[in-house]
């Protein structure tokens, strides 16, 4: 069952997906990054390796044993920008896609982010031509730049990365 504090007000089929895994340590099974196997272990302890119990959350939706989502919170220690954090990786499984589970995710990150680390503003940096920007703008997201062509995906296929911002205040 979910964590009442990772719901909002009016709390959606895909909030009582969200896990308690709030905090490092605490989820003892994490998705793996697609690939062939010796790949995703690599980039599986690569990520892992980057999280620091003081500085990071990874934060998880789980439907009975399975994992339908997750998502990477971090922030930086350093003081000028010690007051915001920055979101990587949110992440659904295909099968769950559309029912809410990436939004049930950003609203418990959001909560972590303000009540746990005491954040004041949320960065991110997303692919363009997605869709990602309605995405996030319906949960409160506002686009502040773009890096054009930053990202090439193959030689014919160059996006621009999309900078937002959440206000936390």
Same mark, same amino acid.
């Given at each position: 069952?979910a964590d009442?504090?990772?719901?909002?007000?009016?709390?959606?089929?895909?909030?009582?997906?969200?896990?308690?895994?709030?905090?490092?340590?605490?989820? *003892?099974? =994490?998705?793996?990054?697609?690939?062939p196997?010796? /790949?995703?272990?690599a &980039?599986?302890g690569?990520l @892992?390796?980057r +999280?620091?119990?003081?500085?990071?959350r990874l934060?998880?939706?789980?439907l009975?044993d399975?994992l339908?989502?997750w998502?990477?919170?971090?922030?930086?220690?350093?003081?000028?920008v010690?007051?915001?954090?920055?979101?990587h990786?949110?992440q659904?499984?295909?099968e769950?896609r559309? *029912?809410? =589970?990436?939004?049930?995710l950003?609203?418990?990150? /959001?909560?972590?982010? &303000?009540?746990?680390?005491? @954040?004041?503003? +949320?960065?991110l940096?997303?692919?363009?031509?997605?869709?990602?920007e309605?995405f996030y703008?319906?949960?409160?997201?506002?686009?502040?730049?773009?890096?054009?062509?930053?990202?090439?995906?193959?030689?014919?296929?160059?996006?621009?990365e999309v900078?937002?911002?959440?206000?936390?205040?």
């Amino acid at each position: 069952m979910a964590d009442r504090s990772y719901r909002s007000r009016s709390p959606t089929p895909a909030d009582r997906l969200l896990d308690r895994g709030r905090q490092l340590g605490r989820r *003892r099974r =994490v998705p793996l990054p697609a690939g062939p196997r010796r /790949r995703r272990r690599a &980039r599986h302890g690569q990520l @892992l390796g980057r +999280l620091h119990p003081q500085h990071s959350r990874l934060i998880t939706a789980g439907l009975g044993d399975g994992l339908a989502g997750w998502v990477v919170l971090s922030r930086d220690p350093y003081r000028l920008v010690e007051h915001w954090g920055t979101v990587h990786h949110l992440q659904t499984h295909p099968e769950f896609r559309g *029912r809410g =589970v990436g939004s049930a995710l950003m609203r418990g990150l /959001r909560n972590i982010a &303000r009540d746990e680390l005491g @954040l004041e503003q +949320l960065h991110l940096a997303a692919r363009g031509e997605e869709g990602l920007e309605s995405f996030y703008s319906r949960l409160g997201w506002r686009e502040v730049g773009r890096w054009p062509g930053a990202l090439r995906l193959a030689p014919d296929d160059t996006r621009d990365e999309v900078l937002m911002l959440l206000d936390l205040l």
